[in-house]
């Protein structure tokens, strides 16, 4: 196994490679605001005039989009908080539920209309991509912890049909921006301290000189944690270097690097465990010689993660005509230690309780957009080809040596496996008069090969190849300048995730017979501007899913799928956004979602509940701010009904459960100096409650708590040269 560099060492590198070549780049180019559409540049100021890019991969009005999309600003990304975990910012969006595990050695859990609930770890069902580079494999795994907040702009997040063009998920796409550099050189110092010993320092600069234009931030966040057994360190840098090549082209370089070393996990607990006391372990009653021991001590589960990755984009306008070529390339090494007993380990099928992967990665994203009359309206068109390849080598280990656990122990896996994605894809919109049509096609091949080096139980090589077309209607109708009302339809394509062939249920090998899952979405939307600062979204959305992979069995960290029979989502979102004057603002954002099994399969009866995915969730907020922005304050609330974590639907549900948070800030300005001061109290009346779920557990040690009241306080320092 190879081992990678630090964070920091590959923004070095990367400043070492890129800066002295284009240092002496050509003209400056116009401002980031020449790739905005016209109409909104000229606009006044409205929750109308947001720009997207995703759905339509170009700059549009999100307003005259035929999709559920949403835009989370800076302003609200870093409203008094830490910037660590990508649920602090995502709450506010209809449609998504991002539970925060309180284990940072399992990422976030985030779902789109109820996709991805099921995911043990990591993000599935849903695609993430930052500054046009995926942060999900060709298998559709992703991890949001590899998004860099401190320089986010903005993110946008697509739900329902449109999302289908971005090939092998089957909810969403999460899509974040950093900030364009520009201005006089800054430099900017953040810290940040809160309940359960949280603590971060993150240190950024930036600015624009000419031709050239530069972002770097460098953080390190450190917590004791909530959860017995949860502490984590976490050590995280980013670079965008930004080349104006010509007035008409501008190549982007970025590099980002994640490190956490032995990251605590706490496991899931019973529900008796859990009822004792949130924070506790769960007791491992196979332990003769420390009884109260938990599993998660007795075994020191935990991960390590060594995460680097460049990008390059190039981006070239001819006219209303646009070339836009991105290339990625990284390295992601993990170590884990599990909680299996050595009784689970003895056949010799099982792999051991110890992962280690190390992952190359790369791929890259051409398309071309042009625009052209065609009878008495504009027809947009974008031909692209998306391909990727990751390859793992992974080994398996035993994790005892004699009477010692949590030790790296016999080897009892060693494998190469590699999983490549080619697509190509097109999208047209043909706009006329009040009528705006959209039609897309994606054709996606992933293909999946394992050579199986450790022959003793046999010999698990082979591959599977899943192949699948996905085509996109819509249609948007301009009922007036307020009021636009639309439709889409699209196929959706889920594969099943390397880690959800790795076992066939106990754990007999690969399981090459896992079908693909595919999906029907239907969509019926509206999106209205109710006064001049009030906006309100609506749609009304259904899926029907064939093979929904669902769990087989979990335990220790270690999980098998199978293919479950048809599911069907249905549900409605709303979000309002409101300017109530006197400084006063309003944001809702409420979901209905009815998401079951809709035929029964093996101990399933039809009409159970899909497992993680609540029927109803609630965001709301009331903020304030002065005239001169210099105080701000606001209240939220945080509400989801109850969840089950089981399929069967017998164990005991999470209760559901409405949370209030606050926050306050203050801004002060002299000479180059920008100052600001933040706190946050979250949970503000000390809730118990179950942030999240471990579906399909097989010890029924399903749940995972979340903190009862907290405090976060900070301050940033910025200076402008």
Known sequence: MKTTAHPLRAIAALLAVALPP????GPAAADAAADTPADAQAAPASPMNVVVVSGSRSE??????????????????????????????????????????????????????????????????VRLIADGVPATMPDGQGQAATFDLDLAERIEVLRGPFSALYGNHSGGVVQLFTRTPQGAPEVEFNVAAGSYGQRKTDVNAGGKQGNFGWLLDASRFETDGYRAHSAATRDQAYAKLVFDVMPTARLTVTASGLRQDDTQDPLGVTWATYQRDPRAGEIDTTDTVRPQRTLADRYDTRKSIDHQQVGVTWDQRFGEDRLRVTAYGGNRRVIQYQAFSRAFQAPASHSGGVVDFDRDFYGFDANWTMARPLGDGMLRTTVGLEAGKSTDGRQGFENYVGDQFG???????????????????????????QWVFTGGLRHSRVRFDVDDRYLSN?????????????????????????????????????????????????????????????????????????ARDVRLNAALFQARTRDELVVDASSGGRTSYRNASATLRQGLELSLDADLRAGFSARLAATALRAIYDEAFTGVAEGNRLPAVPKASLYGELAWKDTAERFGAALETIANSKIYPDDANAAIPAPGYAIFNARVQARQQFAGWRVREYARINNLFDRNYIGSVIVGDSNRRYYEAAPGRNWMLGASAQYQF
């Open 22 to 25: 284009l240092a002496c780049a």
């Open 60 to 125: 549009h009005l999100s307003f005259d989009l035929p999709a559920s999309i949403d835009v989370v600003d800076a302003e609200r990304i870093g409203a008094a908080q830490m910037r660590v975990n990508v649920s602090e910012a995502l709450a506010s969006v209809p449609g998504i539920v991002v539970q925060n595990r309180q284990n940072y050695a399992q990422d976030l859990q985030i779902s789109s209309r109820g996709f991805g609930a099921r995911s043990a770890f990591g993000v599935r069902g």
């Open 407 to 433: 030790v790296k122990g016999r080897l009892r896996r060693d494998e190469t496996d590699a999983v490549n994605n080619v697509d190509p894809y097109v999208q047209l919109e043909w706009e006329r008069g």
């Open 458 to 530: 046999g010999n698990d090589s082979g591959g599977v190849d899943y192949r699948h077309t996905t085509p996109l209607l819509g249609a948007l109708y301009k009922v007036s300048p307020s009021l636009n009302l639309y439709a889409s339809a699209a196929r959706g394509f889920e594969t099943p995730t390397l880690n959800e062939v790795f076992y066939s249920g106990a754990g007999a090998g690969f399981n090459y017979n896992l079908a693909p899952a595919t999906s029907t979405h239907l969509e019926l939307g509206a999106k209205a501007q109710l």
